[in-house]
C-alpha cells in the first residue's frame, strides 16, 4: 500500500499543481501519530491536501502524515477527477462522410486536366465539414502509392490530405511539370474538402525543387523540401520551410543556402544519410512542425482544429516515448514553445516535458536541433548553392568537432554530426 501511495503522489505531481473535486464529507481524520481531526478535504495541491476544519479554518497538510486507511480514502475520492483531468479535450466534430474517394488508403492515378494525373490519401481523421490542409507531393521519379504511404501517419495525425503528381520527374521540361501540377491541385480544390490557402509542397531532389517552385508560384502556406534547392526564376518568400537534408548529401550546402536565404520561418533539419528519400520519422516531424506553426497563428480561427490536433498530438507522443522519449520530449516542447494549447491540454503536455526532461538526452536531443540549424546557417551556407560531390572542409569539421563534445551520445544527433563532418556522396 506504502508503494501504491508513492506512485499515485508521483502522478498526481505530474500531472497537475492541483486537482479539484468535489469536497470529502466532514469526517474524522487520523494521523499517523493518533492525533484525530474533524474535517472535509476540498483539494489536493502536489504533496498536501487542502482541510476545511469544522471551525471553517483551512489549512494544508501533507497527505503522508495519515494513516494509510485515510489516504487511501482521499485517493479514491479524487481519482475519478484526476483521470479526467488527464484525459486530452477535442472538440466535438464528427468524422467526415460522403467523401468521394475512399479514406485510409492511396488511390488513383486520378485524372485532371491537360493529361495530368495524382494519387491521393484521404486520411481517416478527417471531420464533416471542415477543409482540410492539403501536402503535395512531387518526386524526381515521378507519383507512386509507396511514397503516399510513407507519410500516411503524418496525414492522419495532422489531419491533412495528401497527393502526389504522377507526371512531375526530372526528365520532363521544369514548365511543364509546373503546369502538370497546376492542373492536379485545380482538380484536387474542385473536388475535396481542402482549405486552399493551406496548400503545403514536398518534394524529393528534382522533386524538392519542384516542391520550392510550387510554393513560390502558388499561394500557399509553406513546404517541406528534401535534398532540394531554390530554382532559378523562384522566390519562395514569407511561408514556413521545413528543409531537409541529409548529411552526407552532396546538396547539403544547397539546403542550408536555402534555409539561410529564407531566414526565420525556416528550418534545416538533418538525418545521418546522403541523398536520396528523407527517413519517415523526420518527414513526419515535419508535418507536425508546419502544423504547429500554422496554428500557433491562427488558432483564434481554428479552435476546433487545434483541440483535435492537441488530441491527437497527446496520443502520438504518449505511444512515442517509450521507444523514442528524445523525440517524444522535442515534440512536447515545440508545441509549448511555439504554441498556445488549451489550458486543460497543456497541463497534460507539460506533465510529459517534465517528465522526460528528466533525462539528460531528451534535452540535448531538443537542443542539438537549433544547433544543427545553426550550422546550417554560420557554417554550410557559406558554401554556395550548388551540389558539392566528395567534399568536406576542415571549417565544417571544426565546427562539428565543438558540438560533438556535447552531443556524442545522443541518438541520431551524433551521427548526424558525424556525417556532416565526412566527404558528400
Same mark, same amino acid.
Given at each position: 500500500?506504502?508503494?501504491?501511495?508513492?506512485?499515485?503522489?508521483?502522478?498526481?505531481?505530474?500531472?497537475?499543481?492541483?486537482?479539484?473535486?468535489?469536497?470529502?464529507?466532514?469526517?474524522?481524520?487520523?494521523?499517523?501519530?493518533?492525533?484525530?481531526?474533524?474535517?472535509?478535504?476540498?483539494?489536493?495541491?502536489?504533496?498536501?491536501?487542502?482541510?476545511?476544519?469544522?471551525?471553517?479554518?483551512?489549512?494544508?497538510?501533507?497527505?503522508?502524515?495519515?494513516?494509510?486507511?485515510?489516504?487511501? *480514502?482521499?485517493?479514491?475520492?479524487?481519482?475519478?477527477?484526476?483521470?479526467?483531468? =488527464?484525459?486530452?479535450?477535442?472538440?466535438?466534430?464528427?468524422?467526415?462522410?460522403?467523401?468521394?474517394?475512399?479514406?485510409?488508403?492511396?488511390?488513383?492515378?486520378?485524372?485532371?486536366?491537360?493529361?495530368?494525373?495524382?494519387?491521393?490519401?484521404?486520411?481517416?481523421?478527417?471531420?464533416?465539414?471542415?477543409?482540410?490542409?492539403?501536402?503535395?507531393?512531387?518526386?524526381?521519379?515521378?507519383?507512386?502509392?509507396?511514397?503516399?504511404?510513407?507519410?500516411?501517419?503524418?496525414?492522419?495525425?495532422?489531419?491533412?490530405?495528401?497527393?502526389?503528381?504522377?507526371?512531375?520527374?526530372?526528365?520532363?521540361?521544369?514548365?511543364?511539370?509546373?503546369?502538370?501540377?497546376?492542373?492536379?491541385?485545380?482538380?484536387?480544390?474542385?473536388?475535396?474538402?481542402?482549405?486552399?490557402?493551406?496548400?503545403?509542397?514536398?518534394?524529393?531532389?528534382?522533386?524538392?525543387?519542384?516542391? *520550392?517552385?510550387?510554393?513560390?508560384?502558388?499561394?500557399?502556406?509553406?513546404?517541406?523540401?528534401?535534398?532540394?534547392?531554390?530554382?532559378?526564376?523562384?522566390?519562395?518568400?514569407?511561408?514556413?520551410?521545413?528543409?531537409?537534408?541529409?548529411?552526407?548529401?552532396?546538396?547539403?550546402?544547397?539546403?542550408?543556402?536555402?534555409?539561410?536565404?529564407?531566414?526565420?520561418?525556416?528550418?534545416?533539419?538533418?538525418?545521418?544519410?546522403?541523398?536520396?528519400?528523407?527517413?519517415?520519422?523526420?518527414?513526419?516531424?515535419?508535418?507536425?512542425?508546419?502544423?504547429?506553426?500554422?496554428?500557433?497563428?491562427?488558432?483564434?480561427?481554428?479552435?476546433?482544429? +487545434?483541440?483535435?490536433?492537441?488530441?491527437?498530438?497527446?496520443?502520438?507522443?504518449?505511444?512515442?516515448?517509450?521507444?523514442?522519449?528524445?523525440?517524444?520530449?522535442?515534440? +512536447?516542447?515545440?508545441?509549448?514553445?511555439?504554441?498556445?494549447?488549451? =489550458?486543460?491540454?497543456?497541463?497534460?503536455?507539460?506533465?510529459?516535458?517534465?517528465?522526460?526532461?528528466?533525462?539528460?538526452?531528451?534535452?540535448?536531443?531538443?537542443?542539438?536541433?537549433?544547433?544543427?540549424?545553426?550550422? =546550417?546557417?554560420?557554417?554550410?551556407?557559406? *558554401?554556395?548553392?550548388?551540389?558539392?560531390?566528395?567534399?568536406?572542409?576542415?571549417?565544417?569539421?571544426?565546427?562539428?568537432?565543438?558540438?560533438?563534445?556535447?552531443?556524442?551520445?545522443?541518438?541520431?544527433?551524433?551521427?548526424?554530426?558525424?556525417?556532416?563532418?565526412?566527404?558528400?556522396?
Amino acid at each position: 500500500m506504502l508503494l501504491r501511495s508513492k506512485t499515485y503522489l508521483l502522478s498526481l505531481l505530474l500531472l497537475s499543481t492541483q486537482i479539484n473535486a468535489a469536497p470529502t464529507e466532514q469526517r474524522l481524520w487520523t494521523a499517523s501519530n493518533g492525533k484525530t481531526v474533524n474535517a472535509s478535504i476540498t483539494a489536493i495541491e502536489g504533496d498536501k491536501v487542502v482541510m476545511k476544519k469544522d471551525d471553517g479554518k483551512t489549512v494544508k497538510v501533507p497527505i503522508t502524515i495519515f494513516i494509510q486507511e485515510d489516504q487511501d *480514502f482521499i485517493h479514491k475520492h479524487f481519482e475519478a477527477e484526476i483521470a479526467e483531468a =488527464s484525459k486530452p479535450s477535442g472538440s466535438d466534430s464528427q468524422p467526415a462522410t460522403d467523401l468521394p474517394h475512399p479514406q485510409g488508403e492511396v488511390v488513383g492515378p486520378i485524372e485532371a486536366s491537360n493529361g495530368a494525373h495524382y494519387l491521393l490519401y484521404l486520411p481517416k481523421s478527417l471531420k464533416q465539414g471542415r477543409k482540410a490542409p492539403l501536402m503535395f507531393y512531387t518526386h524526381s521519379g515521378g507519383g507512386n502509392k509507396n511514397l503516399l504511404n510513407t507519410i500516411s501517419e503524418g496525414a492522419e495525425t495532422c489531419g491533412w490530405i495528401l497527393a502526389i503528381s504522377v507526371e512531375s520527374k526530372n526528365k520532363n521540361d521544369f514548365q511543364d511539370n509546373l503546369k502538370k501540377c497546376q492542373s492536379c491541385l485545380e482538380h484536387i480544390y474542385e473536388t475535396l474538402p481542402v482549405e486552399k490557402e493551406r496548400t503545403y509542397f514536398m518534394g524529393n531532389s528534382g522533386g524538392g525543387a519542384m516542391a *520550392f517552385a510550387n510554393s513560390a508560384e502558388n499561394k500557399c502556406t509553406g513546404a517541406m523540401p528534401n535534398v532540394g534547392y531554390i530554382p532559378d526564376g523562384h522566390d519562395p518568400k514569407g511561408k514556413d520551410y521545413f528543409i531537409i537534408g541529409g548529411g552526407k548529401d552532396y546538396n547539403r550546402y544547397t539546403s542550408a543556402h536555402a534555409n539561410k536565404k529564407l531566414g526565420k520561418k525556416a528550418i534545416h533539419r538533418m538525418h545521418p544519410g546522403g541523398h536520396g528519400v528523407s527517413p519517415k520519422w523526420l518527414m513526419i516531424d515535419g508535418m507536425i512542425w508546419l502544423q504547429t506553426r500554422y496554428l500557433a497563428r491562427e488558432q483564434k480561427d481554428h479552435m476546433d482544429e +487545434a483541440a483535435d490536433f492537441e488530441v491527437s498530438m497527446l496520443n502520438w507522443i504518449n505511444e512515442l516515448k517509450a521507444k523514442e522519449p528524445y523525440r517524444a520530449y522535442a515534440t +512536447a516542447k515545440l508545441l509549448l514553445s511555439e504554441y498556445e494549447p488549451t =489550458s486543460k491540454n497543456k497541463a497534460a503536455i507539460e506533465s510529459i516535458s517534465d517528465e522526460l526532461g528528466k533525462e539528460k538526452t531528451n534535452v540535448l536531443y531538443y537542443e542539438a536541433l537549433q544547433d544543427i540549424n545553426d550550422l =546550417s546557417e554560420d557554417v554550410l551556407s557559406g *558554401f554556395g548553392s550548388g551540389s558539392k560531390m566528395k567534399h568536406s572542409d576542415p571549417k565544417v569539421i571544426k565546427a562539428v568537432d565543438k558540438l560533438l563534445k556535447k552531443y556524442t551520445g545522443v541518438p541520431i544527433i551524433e551521427d548526424t554530426l558525424k556525417a556532416i563532418a565526412d566527404k558528400t556522396v
